[in-house]
Nanobody
Framework: QLQLVESGGGLVQPGGSLKLSCAAS????????VAWFRQVPGKEREGVSC????????NYADSVKGRFTISRDNAKNTVYLQMNSLKPEDTAVYYC????????????????WGQGTQVTASS
């Protein structure tokens, strides 16, 4: 079964940190660009960050630049999103998604999606 599984979400105080993981099973991520999207109820899914298949290209939404870092460990078939200095407006369900080779900001172009993990930044 081909799937992505996110983990690492939770409740954190504003200013805190979380590290999300996106692990693939049933296929290798070696040739995949992997992106993180987030969604709050009533709003469209928003692109947060993406890393290309080789890891040489990363991009970030303006709202998270300087606070979030995306990385990958192909030996573990896993992509990570380190989130620092979390703000209440970062609260959302975070999804990882994979597509061949290159990043895209268009959610519909991704072939595989995880089930999502809730991130809540609140005091």
């Amino acid at each position: 079964q081909l799937q992505l599984v996110e983990s690492g979400g939770g409740l954190v105080q504003p200013g805190g940190s979380l590290k999300l993981s996106c692990a693939a099973s049933g296929f290798t991520l070696d040739y995949s660009a992997v992106a993180w999207f987030r969604q709050v109820p009533g709003k469209e899914r928003e692109g947060v960050s993406c890393i290309s298949s080789g890891g040489s290209t990363t991009n970030y939404a303006d709202s998270v630049k300087g606070r979030f870092t995306i990385s990958r460990d192909n030996a573990k078939n896993t992509v990570y999103l380190q989130m620092n200095s979390l703000k209440p407006e970062d609260t959302a369900v975070y999804y990882c998604a994979a597509r061949l080779h290159y990043c895209s900001g268009f959610a519909g172009s991704y072939d595989y999606w995880g089930q999502g993990t809730q991130v809540t930044a609140s005091s």
